[in-house]
């Protein structure tokens, strides 16, 4: 049994591919173009993000924020950037962006996939509304990946 595909945004960026990556992978930059992603707290300071990295992610969506303990699963520069988030010993999504080379720039692609599974992601499920806000966390999550992809052309673009 398979569950829901995954969501996926596109956009255009007049940048190289390892520049939205590397605006990308500094995961305590997310909050500059997320509506819902507030930043991050990575123990140790900045850094260049690796495969196994753990931060902090703060998010918001209404009046109450909550965090989520995340892993960096891939981090290829200029191609993939991708991590878990989750609670201890409950996957909650996998967020994941790829970067392709177009003509004046790069695509780049954002993807989540909801990882809630078994008894604790039920739970979960029935929860997170109470704590979130978010009641149709799908159609949150689409809206909110155009947001922060257009933040993220905007940004980078101008320079930022």
């Known amino acids: 049994m398979t569950g829901p595909a995954p969501l996926t945004e596109r956009i255009t960026v007049r940048v190289p591919p390892l520049t939205a ?32 990295t753990r931060f902090v992610g703060i998010n918001r969506a209404s009046w109450l924020p909550w965090a989520t303990l995340c892993t960096v699963v891939s981090a290829q520069p200029g191609v993939r950037f991708s991590f878990e988030a989750g609670f201890p010993g409950v996957a ?32 979960l499920t029935a929860v997170a509304p109470l704590v979130t806000g978010v009641v ?3 159609e949150r999550n689409r809206a909110t990946m155009r947001t922060t992809l257009a933040g993220l052309r905007a940004a980078l673009e101008s320079g930022g």
């Open 21 to 52: 990556y590397t605006a990308v992978s500094d995961v305590t930059r997310m909050g500059r173009w997320s509506p819902e992603a507030r930043g991050a707290w990575v123990p140790g300071g900045r850094g260049p993000a690796r495969v196994g």
């Open 92 to 123: 909650l999504s996998r967020w994941t962006y790829r970067f392709t080379e177009v003509p004046g720039g790069c695509e780049v692609t954002e993807e989540w996939l909801d990882l809630r599974s078994g008894a604790a992601g039920r739970l």
């Open 136 to 138: 149709r966390r799908r």
